[in-house]
C-alpha cells in the first residue's frame, strides 16, 4: 500500500495534570500518547491523508496502548516492531497558568524506540510513500536513530518520496551545534524544512526579521519548501522562488499548547501533497490554533472543523 505520510519515531506515554494542579501534589495522573511525528500522523489522518506510523515498542501492556490510540485514529500500526523486554518511554506534564511556564519532565532514555536501527524499519513502507516525515527529535534519542534518520531521508528521496524535516530542537537530547551538524545534513535531501524563530536563532545562529531569516535559512540549507513559525504571529514560508505569510488566530485560547507544532506540520504536509504549499500553511495554522485548545498532544478534531474556522463560520456557540 502507498501512503500519503508516513512518520518515523518515538511514541510516549504522556502523564500529567491540568492547570492549576501541581505535579509534586497530583493524586494522580491523566495518561495519553505523544510523540511529535505520531502525532502529526493521528493529525493528518483525522484530515482523511492515509499514514503509517514506523516505530518500536514494548510488546507489553503500555506498548499496547500506545499502539491502540493511534490506530484508533487511523493510523496504521501494523509496520511497529515489536520488542520484548524493553522499556516504553514516558513525560510528566504540568501545565502551567501564566507567568507560570508549563513544565516537562522526560523519563525516556533506553526506550524501544530509542535502540532502533535499520532492521526496525519496513524499508518498502519508507520507499513506497508520498511523504516520509522526520523531526529533530528522532536522530537525537541515540546514534543508532541517528544513523536511522540518515538512512530514512537517503532511501526515500532516492525512491522519490518527498522528505519532510521539522527541526523540533529539544535542547535536553543533543546540544545546538550537533543538532544543527545533523539536521543541515538531513535537509540536503528534503522537500519541506519546518523551523521556529526560536530554532532558527539557537540552533543555526540566524535572528531578525522573520523574511529576513527565512531568506537566510533558504540560503542556508536549499530546501525547496521552507516554512518558519513566528508564533501566535503565524508562518513565513518559501516554495520556488515564492513567498509569503499567513497570520495567526489572535484569539486562540491555550489551554495545552504541546502537539500545537506537530498539528501545523500536518496541514504543511496536506498542502505538499497537493503541490499547494501556501494552502498547506494556511490550513497548519488554523490546526495549531485548533490544537491549543485542545488537553493532550494530539489535534483529535476532523476537516469540518478546520474548515470552519478557516472559513470564519464559527460563532461563540454552535447550536
Not at 493511534?70 to 504540568?94: I, P
Amino acid at each position: 500500500m502507498t501512503y500519503d505520510i508516513v512518520g518515523v519515531g518515538e511514541a510516549m506515554l504522556r502523564l500529567w495534570v491540568r492547570a492549576g494542579t501541581r505535579l509534586e501534589d497530583a493524586p494522580a495522573f491523566e495518561v495519553s500518547v505523544a510523540g511529535a511525528e505520531a502525532n502529526v500522523a493521528v493529525a493528518a489522518s483525522r484530515m482523511g491523508a492515509s499514514t503509517a506510523w514506523l516505530s518500536a515498542l514494548p510488546s507489553n501492556p503500555l506498548g499496547r496502548r500506545a499502539a491502540r490510540e493511534l490506530a484508533s485514529h487511523g493510523v496504521d500500526v501494523s509496520h511497529v516492531q515489536w520488542v520484548a523486554d524493553a522499556r516504553m518511554g514516558t513525560y510528566y506534564v504540568e501545565l502551567g497558568v501564566p507567568p507560570r511556564p508549563t513544565t516537562v519532565i522526560y523519563d525516556r532514555e533506553g526506550s524501544a524506540a530509542a535502540a532502533m536501527d535499520s532492521s526496525s524499519i519496513s524499508w518498502l513502507v519508507v520507499e513506497d510513500s508520498r511523504i516520509v516525515h522526520l523531526s529533530g527529535i528522532t536522530p537525537a534519542l541515540s546514534r543508532s536513530c541517528r544513523d536511522l534518520s540518515t538512512e530514512v531521508v537517503r532511501r526515500a528521496a532516492a525512491a522519490g518520496a518527498l522528505v519532510s524535516l521539522d527541526v523540533n530542537y529539544r535542547r535536553r537530547l543533543w546540544s545546538t551545534q550537533e543538532c544543527r551538524t545533523v539536521v543541515s545534513e538531513l535537509a540536503s535531501s528534503a522537500s519541506l524544512f519546518i523551523v521556529t524563530a526560536e530554532d532558527a536563532r539557537d540552533v543555526f545562529g540566524i535572528g531578525g526579521e522573520p523574511d529576513a531569516v527565512l531568506a537566510a535559512l533558504v540560503a542556508e540549507l536549499g530546501v525547496e519548501h521552507t516554512v518558519l513559525t513566528v508564533g501566535a504571529g503565524g508562518a513565513h514560508w518559501s516554495s520556488g522562488g515564492q513567498t509569503g505569510h499567513c497570520p495567526g488566530y489572535a484569539d486562540a485560547a491555550t489551554v495545552d499548547r504541546i502537539g500545537a507544532g506537530d498539528a501545523f506540520a500536518a496541514g504543511v504536509l496536506l498542502g505538499l501533497l497537493d503541490a499547494d504549499l501556501a494552502g498547506g500553511v494556511a490550513t497548519g495554522v488554523a490546526m495549531s490554533a485548533l490544537k491549543l485548545g485542545i488537553f493532550g498532544d494530539q489535534l483529535t478534531i476532523g476537516r469540518d472543523e478546520v474548515e470552519r474556522i478557516m472559513q470564519g463560520r464559527d460563532r461563540e456557540v454552535s447550536r
